[in-house]
Nanobody, 124 residues
Framework: QVQVVESGGGLVQAGDSLRLSCTAS?????MGWFRQAPGKEREFVAA????????SNADSVKGRFTISRDNAKNTVFLQMNSLKPEDTAVYYC????????????????????WGQGTQVTVSS
């Protein structure tokens, strides 16, 4: 069983930056970040392949958020810059085992393992 643990959430002001971290206990994992705001469905934020060479961001965060990973530490990061109040949500890290280094997954149904979520609140 893969354990996924997020950290780094908090309360910030609009325009500030925040970095989320996610550590997964398994190996050969593709990773993704999703978020869920109150009263809304969970939505895709960013994903990264096992190799780290392929990434994808949602249109709403392009140019502001960057996903990266450190495979030596089994950790994935989400650097969030120029935060907006509409970025307020619980952010979830997700993982799935993969056979290919370049596989990338953009929907929540493709992930098997999830963290408990970390709250990000952006005040205006």
């Amino acid at each position: 069983q893969v354990q996924v643990v997020e950290s780094g959430g908090g309360l910030v002001q609009a325009g500030d930056s925040l970095r989320l971290s996610c550590t997964a206990s398994g190996s050969r994992l593709a990773m993704g970040w999703f978020r869920q705001a109150p009263g809304k469905e969970r939505e895709f934020v960013a994903a990264i392949s096992l190799s780290g060479g392929r990434t994808s961001n949602a249109d709403s965060v392009k140019g502001r958020f960057t996903i990266s990973r450190d495979n030596a530490k089994n950790t994935v990061f989400l650097q969030m810059n120029s935060l907006k109040p509409e970025d307020t949500a619980v952010y979830y890290c997700a993982a799935r085992a993969v056979a290919f280094m370049t596989a990338l997954y953009l929907t929540d149904s493709e992930y098997n393992y999830w963290g408990q979520g970390t709250q990000v609140t952006v005040s205006s």
